[in-house]
């Protein structure tokens, strides 16, 4: 059995002491954040799992080089769109970045609207055993073999619940499930579990902005015509000569999907469009409902565009 103490070390805790700005694609969190963090003298740190990447600005609405020299951001442009970048990777590069701000004597701010990305720091992560890199250059040579439905089908003997939990096709994740399973004997659905009851940080401060479902559809809309006419196309296809194929993860991004789909002939351009505004909607659904289901983030009601002006008031 494995010892506690080791289960520990892959532990990483939740992040203490910080403010977190969230809430929606386009509900005007760069806005107020700036404001609140002049306010509370802060840095801010990116919790967006897009704007790591660079060269990836329109589509994820990055802050201007003005913003960036008004207050410091961090965690923005991290990898090319080449590259993955695993959330286990961006948790302890948010916990080096904000010990970096506190060594300067700033309070951090951390601001952005992946769900995943704040539940970790939120209430910590298993991150789990170190990488056996040859092992997963085996279970890589079995897939080109064997093809990658053998290697579900292995993690179903293994781990079901994250056998059932992974999607089709993500040979990286239910590698890494094989992995922590022959590492430690037990299954990664398992220590997921011992995750879960891990105590959420008591001395940060979480706000959410939220506002009416219709009015902010409507912001979505509006800030997806903004993007194109800004030059989205032209942005993906610097993209595409720069880099030649994007990552598997940077090229499922909305806003960066649609528009290569439309390079490849399969939409036109107008249904380009519209499927970039309803991905954004069902993003900002799925954002809502877990941003609903965190009892320690406090909602900040925005009916229009005049109550951002007031809601550093709330946080700061």
Known sequence: ???????????????????FLTGPTASGKSRVALAVAERIDAEIISVDSMAVYRGMDIGTAKPTQDERERIPHHLIDVVDPTDDYSVSQFVLDAHAKANEVRARGKKVLLVGGTPLYIKTLLCGMFLGPPADWDFRAAVEADVAEFGIESLRHRLQQVDPLSAFKILDGD???MTRALEVAKMTGRPLSHWQNQFERVRSSSSSKCFALAWDRPVLHQRVNDRVDSMFEQGLLEEVKSLIHRFGKLGRTASQAVGYKEPLDFFEGLVNEKE?????????????????IWFRSMPNIHRIPIGCESDLEHAPDLVA
Do not use: N
Not at 1 to 19: G, L, Y
Not at 274 to 279: F, G, L, P, S
């Open 272 to 288: 380009m469009v519209e499927r970039v505004k309803a991905h954004t909607r069902q993003f900002v659904r799925r954002q809502e």
């Open 1 to 19: 059995m494995t010892p506690v103490s080791t289960f520990s070390a892959w532990i990483q805790p939740p992040i203490e002491d910080v403010w």
């Open 171 to 173: 040979a990286r994740r």
